[in-house]
């Protein structure tokens, strides 16, 4: 009987065309989309790790509740020990101690009064010991013009705020802020380059120093305001990073201390946990809207095929089949063209994934104008669940289509379809 069905299907180009050319064109849109949203979330964990929370971060538990203000006035002091035993309690981890700061900034003319002014953020690491962080904030990619600091008192600034501070290369500058007891502090700084990091919130206006030269403007020996740790293979791993925080707080954490250190997780970081679920939900969702609008084009197909065919269905009543299994055939056939035409879709979305997998697509422009942390060049991202969640839409917008459809066998009388047999 299978046999049957299928030979019928593909003798009559009109049952099978349209239902398998809109399961290949939505398919195939699915199967991109979905792999351009896995890699722009993937660009997004990467970006957001790399800049502002790591894979996991350990703050003071004071600290930790101020997060996004960054109140270095509450770091960890003297932690150079303690970092020592975090390192060998997780070896799996790559940690980097890191302050986030915000200054003011101010260019002297050539008597050494005060030309211009601005604010700045900070980023304090370590630029010297090795280049783990170098590579880590992608500098060497990043710089525009000039080159990395190579001694201490040398930072770079973003080629934004270089050309509206009117600055050379070179130049000397001071930046003004406060250390971690209250006091007003300054220090000078030589500008050695310009970087760009291709997103708006951080290229308004950033500095980059080495963390020794802030620890000593700051007066905090030893100190860090964040000290972030990453898994070996830079890829975040959520259930890991929740059973290592867990564990860390249960060991160093004092509920008491409002300065002893608690470990977060990079969902646990303002809303990162937040938009982690939006990605979730939005793949569920497109699917969700994909059955339904594909479900109504199909069954607007199946319903001129089945007016067709409804000399067909008085034959087939006729010679004793009953309605029932007039109806369980369409759905068999469906499900024929639907599996045909999802993996024709799957094919081609794979072929164009890899495509934009392999060479990207420059984001650059988009990233000027928006806030989110997002790799300049984003790489489609392939993987079976989703090629899963593609193929099975396809599949069941085909049986949703031809379900409804084949629902008007049932309306109509069997003596009027005996009738259309007749015409």
């Given at each position: 009987?299978?046999?049957f069905?299928i030979?019928?299907v593909?003798?009559?180009?009109?049952?099978?065309?349209?239902?398998?050319?809109?399961?290949?064109?939505?398919?195939?849109?699915?199967?991109?989309?979905?792999?351009?949203?896995?890699?722009?979330?993937?660009?997004?964990?990467?970006q957001?790790?790399r800049f502002?929370?790591?894979?996991?971060?350990?703050?003071?538990?004071?600290y930790a509740?101020?997060?996004?203000?960054?109140?270095?006035d509450l770091?960890?002091?003297?932690?150079e020990?303690?970092l020592?035993?975090?390192?060998?309690?997780?070896?799996?981890?790559?940690?980097?101690?890191r302050?986030n700061?915000?200054a003011?900034?101010?260019?002297?003319?050539?008597?050494?009064?005060?030309?211009?002014?601005g604010?700045?953020?900070?980023f304090?690491?370590?630029?010297?010991?090795?280049?783990?962080?170098?590579r880590?904030?992608?500098l060497?990619?990043a710089?525009q013009?000039?080159?990395?600091?190579?001694?201490?008192?040398?930072?770079?600034i973003?080629?934004i705020?270089?050309?509206?501070?009117?600055?050379?290369?070179?130049?000397?500058?001071?930046?003004?802020?406060?250390?971690?007891?209250g006091?007003?502090t300054?220090?000078?700084?030589?500008v050695?380059?310009?970087?760009?990091?291709?997103?708006?919130s951080?290229?308004?206006g950033?500095v980059?120093?080495d963390?020794q030269?802030?620890?000593?403007m700051m007066?905090?020996p030893?100190?860090?305001?964040?000290?972030?740790?990453?898994?070996?293979?830079n890829?975040?791993?959520?259930?890991?990073?929740?059973?290592?925080?867990?564990?860390?707080?249960?060991?160093?954490?004092?509920?008491?201390?409002?300065?002893s250190?608690?470990?977060?997780?990079?969902?646990?970081q303002?809303?990162?946990?937040?938009?982690m679920?939006?990605f979730?939900?939005?793949?569920?969702w497109?699917?969700?809207?994909?059955?339904?609008?594909?479900?109504?084009v199909?069954w607007?197909?199946?319903?001129?095929?089945?007016?067709?065919?409804y000399?067909?269905?008085?034959?087939?009543?006729?010679?004793?089949?009953?309605?029932?299994?007039?109806?369980?055939?369409?759905?068999?056939?469906?499900?024929?063209?639907?599996v045909?035409?999802?993996?024709?879709?799957?094919l081609?979305?794979?072929?164009?994934?890899?495509y934009?997998?392999?060479?990207?697509?420059?984001?650059?422009?988009?990233?000027q104008s928006?806030?989110?942390?997002?790799?300049?060049?984003?790489?489609?991202?392939?993987n079976?669940?989703?090629?899963?969640w593609s193929?099975?839409?396809?599949?069941?917008s085909?049986?949703?289509?031809?379900?409804?459809?084949?629902?008007?066998?049932?309306k109509?009388?069997?003596?009027?379809?005996?009738?259309e047999?007749?015409?």
């Amino acid at each position: 009987m299978m046999q049957f069905l299928i030979k019928g299907v593909f003798r009559d180009r009109h049952r099978w065309l349209l239902p398998i050319i809109v399961a290949l064109a939505a398919v195939s849109i699915l199967v991109f989309t979905f792999s351009f949203l896995e890699g722009y979330k993937l660009s997004f964990e990467r970006q957001t790790s790399r800049f502002v929370s790591g894979h996991l971060k350990v703050v003071s538990r004071a600290y930790a509740e101020m997060l996004d203000m960054r109140p270095y006035d509450l770091a960890l002091l003297d932690i150079e020990a303690e970092l020592a035993e975090w390192q060998k309690r997780y070896p799996q981890l790559s940690w980097a101690q890191r302050i986030n700061f915000g200054a003011l900034i101010d260019i002297p003319d050539s008597r050494g009064d005060t030309r211009v002014q601005g604010e700045v953020i900070g980023f304090a690491i370590d630029l010297f010991q090795d280049d783990t962080e170098i590579r880590r904030m992608q500098l060497t990619e990043a710089l525009q013009s000039g080159r990395l600091p190579q001694k201490s008192g040398e930072i770079l600034i973003t080629n934004i705020a270089f050309e509206k501070l009117e600055l050379e290369l070179g130049d000397t500058v001071t930046l003004l802020g406060s250390t971690v007891f209250g006091a007003m502090t300054m220090q000078n700084f030589q500008v050695s380059g310009t970087i760009e990091f291709g997103t708006k919130s951080l290229d308004q206006g950033a500095v980059v120093a080495d963390i020794q030269d802030i620890r000593q403007m700051m007066d905090m020996p030893g100190g860090a305001g964040e000290i972030l740790a990453f898994f070996a293979n830079n890829e975040f791993q959520p259930k890991e990073a929740a059973r290592i925080s867990k564990d860390f707080n249960a060991r160093y954490s004092d509920p008491e201390d409002e300065f002893s250190p608690q470990m977060l997780s990079m969902l646990e970081q303002g809303n990162i946990g937040y938009l982690m679920q939006v990605f979730g939900l939005g793949m569920l969702w497109m699917s969700l809207g994909f059955i339904f609008v594909l479900g109504i084009v199909l069954w607007n197909s199946g319903l001129i095929s089945g007016i067709r065919r409804y000399g067909e269905f008085g034959l087939r009543l006729a010679i004793g089949e009953s309605k029932r299994q007039v109806y369980f055939s369409l759905l068999v056939e469906a499900l024929f063209t639907g599996v045909v035409g999802s993996l024709l879709g799957v094919l081609l979305g794979t072929a164009v994934s890899l495509y934009f997998n392999r060479y990207g697509m420059d984001m650059s422009l988009y990233n000027q104008s928006g806030n989110v942390l997002t790799e300049n060049m984003l790489y489609a991202k392939l993987n079976p669940i989703t090629l899963l969640w593609s193929f099975i839409p396809g599949v069941l917008s085909t049986l949703v289509g031809a379900a409804l459809a084949g629902a008007a066998i049932f309306k109509r009388q069997t003596s009027q379809l005996f009738k259309e047999l007749e015409t």
